[in-house]
């Protein structure tokens, strides 16, 4: 795909009440005979319980291994504050447990994994995220507030064939999910980290205290305490906290798993400046 990712299948994760389901089995209904007709698989699930919903993608982490590429697709509801409803078992996963789990399926497809989440919140999951750990999705499509059955009934289907006939994710998100759901990639996430790290720690008064801090450090492991000394630990470690290329290409390596952010450093720098300011 034109995005960055390659898919062979959709995993469709459902928990609705019985009342309920009529959506989902009128979307079913046109989108077997389309998969089939691609020559893709559909797999349904229903888990029973969060914890039949955690050790399912436990299951799935291991069959990545082995070539499949999935889009997964959550058809739950969905709380901001508590994470995934579990109708079956009336409880709910939360976003941290989600995200830990979706981790090991993205390393596994080496930052290929795509979620799409018509769970209403679902954008939240992108809180539990840290850029110091591999990034648990390359793409997540979900809506940052509530979002209604009727919309999710009339775009589904229209999405899922412009995404396999187009083979462009993005375009297809842009053309029949926004603004109702949000695009959120794995690159995005790191540049808000890395902006964040450089304003916070290599600008103003972040910038201050950690230059200062190795001056003190240096001076506790032996460093004669004279203001000749000061100035040139000030200087050096001035040096040793400026923000390089290095710093975009580590992350590069354990957050996007080898996949390049396109972005250099310097438009970081920028993008820090101009927030600082």
């Known amino acids: 795909m ?8 959709l995993i469709w994760i459902s928990s609705l009440e019985p009342g309920e389901k009529g959506t989902t089995d009128r979307v079913h209904d046109d989108l077997q005979p389309y998969f089939a007709s691609i020559g893709l698989p559909l797999h349904a699930a229903e888990p029973k319980s969060g914890n039949e919903l955690l050790a399912g993608l436990d299951a ?3 069959r990545v291994k082995e070539g499949l590429r999935p889009i997964i697709h959550f058809d739950t509801h969905g709380s901001k504050a508590d994470g995934l409803y579990i109708a079956a078992s009336d409880d709910f996963v939360s976003w941290q447990e989600l995200v830990e789990k979706l981790r090991p399926i993205n390393v596994a497809t080496e930052n290929n994994l795509c979620v799409v989440s018509a769970a209403c919140f679902g954008m939240h999951a992108i809180k539990e995220i840290n850029i110091g750990t591999a990034a648990p999705f390359f793409a997540l499509i979900a809506p940052e507030h509530t979002v209604t059955f009727g919309f999710v009934e009339k775009r589904t289907v229209p999405f899922y064939e412009a995404v396999f006939k187009g083979l462009d994710i993005v375009s297809a998100h842009e053309k029949h999910l926004a603004p109702s759901f ?4 794995s690159e995005k996430m790191l540049i808000v980290g890395l902006t964040k790290y450089v304003m916070n720690h290599c600008l103003g008064k972040g910038r201050r ?8 450090q240096a001076v506790s492991s032996g460093m004669p305490n004279t203001p000749e ?3 040139m630990a000030r200087r050096t470690a001035k040096q040793l906290i400026k923000p390089d290329q290095a710093l975009v290409d580590r992350y590069e390596q354990s957050f996007l798993m080898g996949k390049k952010l396109g972005v250099a450093i310097e438009e970081i720098m920028d993008l820090a400046q101009g927030r600082h300011r």
């Open 2 to 9: 034109s995005s960055g990712i390659t898919v062979n299948s």
């Open 60 to 62: 799935l982490a291991k």
């Open 182 to 185: 949000k695009l959120f990639l």
């Open 209 to 216: 205290k950690r230059v200062e801090g190795l001056v003190t």
């Open 229 to 231: 000394n000061r100035r």
